[in-house]
């Protein structure tokens, strides 16, 4: 066999190889460009999927929150378990509405617009405790002789007076409060001595009214 026939078999089969290579790749790229796709889209279908599941959550706390009628039946039968703890606590404090002006309170007593009674899920009645805006950084003392308020994230009901007192505007109606009991009834009788027991207190008429209750009852017992 020749050099010049053996060069064109060579090129022969090349070419041949090459056709079935174009071939080959021609059948393969509808399919790859097929995979492909599919892939881009679960790709994209998860990444939706997953957004979906994160926001989910949030957005179902935030409407579970929200001050509608709703909300505030479910929080109105849902279990408020009692906190003895003398512990402070942090979260939303509103304040009565004018028509609950004289209605009575948990504990039999008329609510006092002026007054410092107040209201919790779940302190024990009679359980005084310093709240402080945290906004403001004013505090008053009250005394816990209610049950509410039922809006989910709100912590204490104030009379107007206190409210005006440490910061709460009429128009806001709601401030991020810390309330640290001073004084928490217990179940046997007893008294626990909360965590602001032992904290400075404003100069309040309040105070004073409690300052003196407690001499009086020093006094008594001598």
Request: proline share 6%; charged share 20%.
């Amino acid at each position: 066999m020749t050099a010049g026939k053996l060069a064109l078999g060579r090129r022969g089969t090349h070419c041949a190889l090459n056709r079935c290579f174009l071939m080959v790749n021609n059948s393969l790229h509808p399919r790859l460009s097929a995979i492909l796709g599919a892939w881009a889209a679960l790709v994209l279908v998860g990444g939706t999927v997953s957004q979906c599941y994160a926001q989910e959550p949030e957005q179902q706390f935030e409407e579970s929150v929200k001050n509608t009628q709703a909300n505030r039946d479910a929080e109105k039968i849902k279990h408020h378990p009692p906190d003895f703890t003398a512990k402070k606590r942090m979260g939303k404090a509103s304040f009565y509405a004018s028509k609950f002006a004289g209605r009575k309170m948990a504990n039999g007593n008329r609510m006092d617009p002026d007054g410092n009674n107040a209201a919790s899920k779940t302190l024990p009645l009679g359980t005084t405790a310093k709240v402080t805006n945290l906004e403001t950084g004013k505090s008053a003392v009250v005394t816990i002789q209610d049950r509410g308020p039922y809006v989910p994230g709100r912590i204490v009901d104030l009379s107007p007076a206190t409210a005006q007192q440490i910061g709460i505007s009429h128009r806001k109606g709601v401030a991020l409060v810390v309330v640290a009991p001073i004084a928490v009834p217990q179940p046997d009788g007893n008294v626990k001595l909360g965590a602001a027991a032992h904290e400075p207190l404003e100069q309040t008429s309040v105070v004073r009214e409690i300052r003196d209750a407690s001499v009086d009852l020093r006094t008594a017992l001598r």
